[in-house]
């Protein structure tokens, strides 16, 4: 696309987000957006499709919802971008610069973001489950479960019952980007608020005092925040507003 065709999307989708008369959604699903000057453009909501956006600088550029199903992100500047809730399902993000970036909740699953520049980058929420190639800065950034010994875990079940939840020494755990954490087994130290605690999950799963709690199938897939595990968060007032 020419930059005289890449303004007329933007001045239509701009009117499209201020819900003004002969607004129009920017559609660029395909386009040949390569090297394109995106800086701090309002894309939020575009749906970007395969776009080819290899070389393009998207500095400060307004993301948030956007469609990059399947986009080419190469070498691309995204550099203080806001991706917040975005997908990038199945983007090629090699090499993309997201320093800075809130990429909070979207949606990296089938990405790759080997060589990408994620430094700062906000990762919380987001969907990294079947993505290729993660740095191994995003894993040990994102790591909030001690990898080592025993631990205290607090879990929600229903009817506002607390557990407190003892995570043994040798039991696998993981966490995602997010908060929510998951064990393989726990041991049940104490019940606030009833006798025992039942899972909000499955409806039947109880926690009583001085049992071991093992869950059906664990997931290896530390990325998968809501695979088999105990789940359960390592501070009592996130549990409680859970």
Same mark, same amino acid.
């Given at each position: 696309?020419?930059?005289?065709?890449?303004?007329?999307? !933007?001045?239509?989708?701009?009117?499209?987000?201020?819900?003004?008369?002969?607004?129009?959604?920017?559609?660029? /699903?395909?386009?040949? !957006?390569?090297?394109?000057?995106?800086?701090?453009?309002?894309?939020?909501?575009?749906?970007?499709?395969?776009?080819?956006?290899?070389?393009?600088?998207?500095?400060?550029?307004?993301?948030?919802?956007?469609?990059?199903?399947?986009?080419?992100?190469?070498?691309?500047?995204?550099?203080?971008?806001?991706?917040?809730?975005?997908? !990038?399902?199945?983007?090629?993000?090699?090499?993309?610069?997201?320093? +800075?970036?809130?990429?909070?909740?979207?949606?990296?699953?089938?990405?790759?973001?080997?060589?990408?520049?994620? /430094?700062?980058?906000?990762?919380? +929420?987001?969907?990294?489950?079947?993505?290729?190639?993660?740095?191994?800065?995003?894993?040990?950034?994102?790591?909030?479960?001690?990898?080592?010994g025993q631990f205290i875990g607090?879990? /929600?079940?229903?009817?506002?019952?607390?557990?407190?939840?003892?995570?043994?020494?040798?039991?696998?755990? /993981?966490?995602?980007? +997010?908060?929510?954490?998951?064990?393989?087994?726990?041991?049940?130290?104490?019940?606030?608020?009833?006798?025992?605690?039942?899972?909000?999950?499955?409806?039947?799963?109880?926690?009583?005092?001085?049992?071991?709690?093992?869950?059906?199938?664990?997931?290896?897939?530390?990325?998968?925040?809501?695979?088999?595990?105990?789940?359960?968060?390592?501070?009592?007032?996130?549990?409680?507003?859970?």
């Open positions: 696309m020419t930059p005289e065709q890449i303004k007329e999307v !933007l001045e239509l989708h701009t009117a499209w987000l201020r819900n003004q008369a002969g607004g129009q959604q920017a559609n660029l /699903s395909g386009a040949n !957006l390569r090297g394109a000057d995106l800086r701090g453009a309002n894309l939020s909501g575009a749906n970007l499709h395969s776009a080819d956006l290899r070389g393009a600088n998207l500095y400060g550029a307004n993301l948030h919802s956007a469609n990059l199903y399947g986009a080419n992100l190469d070498g691309a500047n995204l550099d203080g971008a806001n991706l917040y809730g975005a997908s !990038l399902y199945g983007a090629n993000l090699h090499g993309t610069n997201l320093y +800075g970036a809130n990429l909070y909740g979207a949606n990296l699953d089938g990405a790759d973001p080997s060589g990408a520049n994620l /430094s700062g980058a906000n990762l919380y +929420g987001a969907n990294l489950s079947g993505a290729k190639n993660i740095p191994a800065k995003v894993t040990s950034t994102t790591t909030i479960t001690p990898t080592s607090w879990k /929600s079940c229903q009817n506002g019952v607390l557990v407190k939840l003892m995570v043994g020494k040798n039991a696998k755990r /993981s966490n995602a980007t +997010g908060r929510k954490c998951r064990a393989e087994y726990v041991k049940v130290l104490e019940v606030i608020g009833a006798e025992f605690g039942t899972s909000k999950h499955d409806r039947h799963t109880e926690y009583r005092v001085g049992k071991i709690v093992r869950c059906d199938k664990w997931n290896e897939d530390r990325w998968v925040e809501c695979g088999g595990g105990i789940h359960f968060f390592l501070t009592r007032i996130e549990a409680e507003n859970y």
